[in-house]
């Protein structure tokens, strides 16, 4: 766990030293829903997600529970893009027990598209960060 976490910090550095990483998230709302009963880590959640939606490369959307079943439904994945002539773009999919790197195209192609498809019906940025907010004051 410690690992996982330092991981994701290190992570976290790339959005926002020079040059910054563009980053775009669709967060399903449930996920905000189940923080929000985590009291001892909601507020400080929220609020990075909050602070960190505020900066010019970050999105941050949230897919709203009246959105109803979506393709993603079966876990989280994580779009990787390089600069051209370094890596081919790769996926990254997380399970309960660790993760799979992959950079097939067919998967990181067929994951695109349910990515698009995700933030096609999640909500506008600034609705997101009205969500967010909402939850933040629980």
């Known amino acids: 766990m410690d690992r996982q976490v330092a991981l994701r910090l290190k992570r976290q550095e790339r959005l926002i030293n020079e040059p910054a990483l563009d980053f775009r998230a669709v967060i399903s709302e449930a996920a905000l829903a189940r923080c929000a009963h985590q009291e001892s880590i909601a507020s400080e959640q929220f609020a990075h997600l909050l602070h960190m939606s505020k900066r010019p490369n970050v999105s941050i959307r949230v897919l709203p529970f009246e ?12 779009l990787l893009d390089f ?3 370094t890596w081919s773009p790769a996926v990254y999919q997380e399970h309960a027990v660790g ?14 598209s349910v990515f698009e498809d995700l933030r096609s019906r999640a909500l506008a940025e600034s609705a997101s960060h009205k969500v967010i907010s909402r939850y933040a004051q629980r």
Do not use: K, Y
């Open 83 to 85: 600069p051209p002539d």
């Open 99 to 112: 993760g799979h790197l992959s950079h097939d195209r067919a998967l990181v192609s067929g994951l695109s």
């Open 67 to 78: 959105a109803g079943l979506h393709n993603s439904m079966t876990g989280s994945f994580v």
